[in-house]
């Protein structure tokens, strides 16, 4: 069974301080791994995908990067706006290459940045 | 272009009532998945639809619940007789229609909140 846990389950940082949030996953075969945002009472805002080890993607202050069992959000110089929950999830491979569609999702890391 | 749109935003119903929760996915999109979020935990996959088919139900409850997708119209989660259980957020989310070459990235909606008194 597919399995993603995240850490910190919260963060808590100053504006200006540089940190980085963990997503270690299992799955049999990984199709991809997404980081989405979520603000309270809305729903999951898509920032990236990645799809083999040693991928890198990069989006204003954020980056994510991918190893074969692990995968991490660095964010550099937070600002409260920055606050959020981040949504880890991995998508798995199907034999022939499709994928199962479902994503399993971790339990997300509460950041909260203070200015 | 519009995003995923899930409606109602909140839905309150009484115990034993039935709730109907609709999602129209973005444009272009074929592919409509349904999760749910209870309180505290995190976000679970309950079933994958194209349109007339149901793709993977694995995360469907065995009762109670069902899923469609028609060939017009939004995609419907219906859920009969509700409990207090079933309190939670659910979301929508949609993606293109697959490419085997191009991995394809689910896009939520906004949820719909089902507060069951």
């Known amino acids: 069974e597919d399995q993603v846990t995240q850490s910190p389950e919260a963060l808590r940082l100053q504006e200006g301080e540089s940190s980085s949030l963990n997503c270690s996953y299992t799955v049999s075969g990984l199709r991809g791994l997404f980081w989405y945002r979520q603000d309270p009472g809305k729903g999951p805002e898509f920032l990236f995908t990645?799809?083999?080890a040693g991928e890198e993607k990069e989006k204003e202050r954020l980056k994510a990067t991918l190893t074969k069992k692990e995968s991490f959000l660095h964010i550099t110089a937070p600002k409260p706006e920055d606050s959020a929950t981040y949504l880890c999830?991995?998508?798995?491979?199907?034999?022939?290459?499709?994928?199962?569609?479902?994503?399993?999702f971790g339990q997300g890391t509460i950041l909260t940045v203070h200015p | 272009n519009a995003g995923v749109m899930q409606n109602p935003r909140h839905l309150v119903r009484r115990r034993g009532q039935e709730a109907r929760l609709r999602c129209s996915p973005m444009k272009g999109h074929s592919h409509v998945y349904w999760y749910r979020q209870l309180p505290e935990e995190g976000l679970k996959f309950m079933v994958y639809l194209q349109k007339e088919n149901i793709i993977d139900e694995s995360g469907m409850p065995k009762e109670r619940f069902s899923a469609e997708f028609p060939k017009e119209g939004p995609s419907i989660l219906r859920i009969q007789q509700v409990v207090r259980g079933d309190s939670a957020a659910y979301f929508c989310?949609?993606?293109?229609?697959?490419?085997?070459?191009?991995?394809?990235?689910?896009?939520f909606g906004p949820g719909t909140r089902l507060l069951v008194l």
């Open positions: 999830a991995v998508q798995a491979r199907r034999a022939g290459g499709t994928s199962y569609g479902k994503l399993t």
């Open positions: 990645l799809y083999s």
């Open positions: 989310a949609s993606s293109p229609k697959f490419q085997r070459e191009i991995q394809e990235t689910q896009y």
